[in-house]
């Protein structure tokens, strides 16, 4: 495969941001006064866990694209970094995004894009497919416990894929071309399924993934790819089959919701008591999230694409375990925990799908909450006020739910670190202060401590 021998094209960034700065380097605090019920509407746009795997996907065919509904932000501009290395252009303009792809790629994601995001692990099976060979530093992300790849290697292996690690890059090569074949994955993985399908939609003969994720964002990726040229079956069910095609053409897509961000809402209305309608997101994906909000005591009432909760005066406490979809997600545990911390009663939640997502418990509990561990169990005895001081977003999940306690807690809430939560929500607080809340956005350490 011919290297690309000149400069790397940097495209103007929509609203100053620039694809070759991924990641806004200024660290910032919100600044939340709680006791402000949230009342109105806001819209979502596109998930974060299908646009990013779609960027992935453009750099399987030469040509130009369009990706509509794209949020601005943080982890989207950094896939576009890590898609404009391996030789893709892009340009962001309002929500969406066009990309050219040329006709040689530079098959690699160096390791100081790859460090910062997990899910650059996808170019793998995509760039395998492409140009027979990949090389990929190993992934960073979120630090929820080991999140370890070998779901994703076995997947790729039994279609004809070898793998050397060599300085902690991970150096792939197909070198008779991938092939189909049976994938068992031993657990439903996300990213695994979808590197399994990425190699699949170019190999020679069949490839069936048994035990497959069926997140809706998988089954969008499929449709786009499906628009690329791609024959895919079963996407959405745990069992999906792909007859490969010898070669993919450009396409647009328009991503499926992020029911994250509408859930993410959802509990901003519950926790405070407010009334809030999330528009143009799917109902239908939030369906476990509803039912739970539907159990702490939340009025819930949902239309084709919006949806609305009533918070109670106070919620009262709910069980449950997060579990691969259609199970209660895991990204909306810590925000579900926020809302449990000021219940009724006790409640326990556990955490089946990562070893060690609780780093946000000790920072709850400064707030007054009573939260505790037990292995996989989080006990959360409802305490009748949070009280505001300084806590620190360590993750994008863990940071929203900190603000959504910060919305309740009496005085004020400064979560330090909130860039976290730019990698996953686009104007987090300007949607929220439309809402009603009383938030305000300051360089990190303005005034405070977070000692
Ligand atoms: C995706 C989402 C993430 C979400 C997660 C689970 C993106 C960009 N991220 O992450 O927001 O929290 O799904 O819904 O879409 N595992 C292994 N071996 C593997 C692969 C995974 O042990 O080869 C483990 C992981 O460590 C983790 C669990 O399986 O404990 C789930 O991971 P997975 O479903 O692969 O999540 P991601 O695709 O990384």
Known sequence: MAMRTMGRVVSRGRGGRTPGLPYNRHVHQLVVTGGFPLRGEVA?????????????????APGSYRLDNVPDIADVTLMG???????????????????????????EAPIDLVRRMRASILVLGALLARCGE??????????????????????????????????????ARATGGL?????????????ATENVLFAGVMARGTTVI????????????????????????GAGTSTIEVDGVPSLSPASHRAVPDRLEAGTYLVAGAITGGDVTVRDCVPEHLRMELRKLGEVGCET??????????????????????????????DMHPQMVALLSIASGTSVITENIYAARFRYVGELNRLGAEVSLEGQHVIIRGVDRLSGCPVDACDIRAGAALVLAGLTA???????????????????????????????REPNGSGTTTA
């Open 134 to 171: 990949a090389r990929v530093a190993l992934p960073g992300g979120d630090d929820f416990g080991s999140r370890p790849i070998d779901m994703h290697l076995d997947g790729l292996k039994a279609m004809g894929a070898e793998f050397e690690l060599v300085h902690g890059e991970l150096r």
């Open 44 to 60: 979502v746009l596109g998930a974060k866990n299908a646009i990013l795997k779609h960027l992935v996907a453009t750099l399987m």
């Open 410 to 440: 009496e005085g004020d809430t400064t979560v330090t670190d909130a860039q976290h939560i730019d990698r996953g929500y686009s104007s987090f607080d300007q949607h929220l202060r439309d809402l009603g809340a009383h938030i305000v």
């Open 301 to 330: 009432e949902v239309g084709k694409d919006w949806i609305r909760v009533i918070g109670p005066s106070r919620p009262g406490p709910v069980d449950f375990a997060t579990l691969p979809y259609p199970g209660f997600h895991t």
């Open 210 to 233: 048994s035990n497959a994720a069926r997140e809706p964002e998988i089954q969008d990726l499929a449709e786009f790819l499906g628009k690329m040229g791609a024959i895919i079956r």
């Open 179 to 191: 092939r189909g074949a049976e994938v068992s994955l031993d657990f439903p993985s996300v990213g």
């Open 81 to 107: 970094s890590v898609i404009e290395h391996i030789g893709a252009t892009c340009r962001f303009s309002g929500t969406s995004v066009e990309i050219d792809v040329p006709d040689e790629l530079v098959p």
